[in-house]
């Protein structure tokens, strides 16, 4: 039976929690995600890179020997693939793919996630990916599905693939094509060896992005507007030291990842009945741990023109709802 882990968890950025010790962060099932494991990368390299967007529903193949960026960063080693996703069409599932090339070996991916202001949201080592024996139309792989939930307000997330140098100390023992094969036709399975294959520096990678409604980690801050500004990304923008850049504005670029406005409120109050409906609804989301369900009835009550939501969300998270 395939094993596809997923990760349970959720992240907040610094900020809406801070203030509050006595907050318990298994009453409303947030975990934050633990990036102090992954490398730590300038935020002028990450800017440099190329980042490919990949759309909904949209499946990318890189070849990394063809393609394949070079960050100078420790911790970092062989070739790394930069990717952009939209971050305004809800939940998201990515399937990440690293293809074995049974004559020269495979890549071990880690995908470092970043939030539209490029700072690092979770990170997801080589451990997170599982070997996937070869099938009729499928090849031995290293594969996971990492589920994301984008903030409100963000355009786009960022992912970051890469290989580190221990990783490429390891091996990956993949299964006998004649011990597949066996198995697949229901034949007994033959005693032989399975082959041994090298983790390389390069390879060959397959992203897919899809919609999901049962997501788990939350990327970026909880309210687009309490971030800081957005930045560039790509070769035009200007080089900085940290990984977010506090701009007074969002620089204009094509590769720009803009904060999207606040909902948009009718003019008129929301009818009393529907404001209790709501904010009694969000608390009872978040007091059961569904922070995503939470923070959707506040996007449509705010459009419903709602001023309590948003308050009424913030104190059952701090506990006090």
Known sequence: MKMKKRLVALCLTAGLL?????????????????TSAAPSIPAGELQRLNWTPVAQSQTLTTDLAAVGQSLNVPGIA????????PANIGELTITLTSLANKQIG??????????????????FPSSY??????????EDRLEAIIK??????????YLLVFTTPQDLQKTTTMTNPAKAYAKGVGNAVPDIAD?????????????????NSASSVLVGPLFGSSGPGSVTVGNTAAPATAYTAPAPAPMAAPATAHAAPAPSRKSEPVLNDTE????????????????????KLLDEAERLGSTSARSTFISSVKGKG
Not at 129 to 138: A, D, H, R
């Open 18 to 34: 801070a203030g509050a010790p006595a907050v318990s962060f298994a009453d409303v099932n947030i975990v934050p995600q633990n």
């Open 148 to 157: 994301l939930t984008p903030a409100l307000g963000q355009q786009k997330l």
């Open 106 to 123: 495979i890549y071990a991916p880690n995908v470092l996630v970043l939030d539209q202001n490029l700072t690092p949201a979770a990170y």
């Open 195 to 211: 082959p041994v294959a090298r983790h390389t520096p390069d390879g060959k990678l397959k992203l897919k992005v899809s919609t």
């Open 78 to 85: 062989g070739k790394v693939a930069a990717y952009s996703v």
């Open 129 to 138: 990916f599982t070997y996937q024996e070869p099938g009729v139309v499928t």
């Open 276 to 295: 209790q409906y709501f904010n009694q609804a969000i608390k009872q989301a978040v007091k059961s741990g569904d922070v995503d369900k939470a923070l």
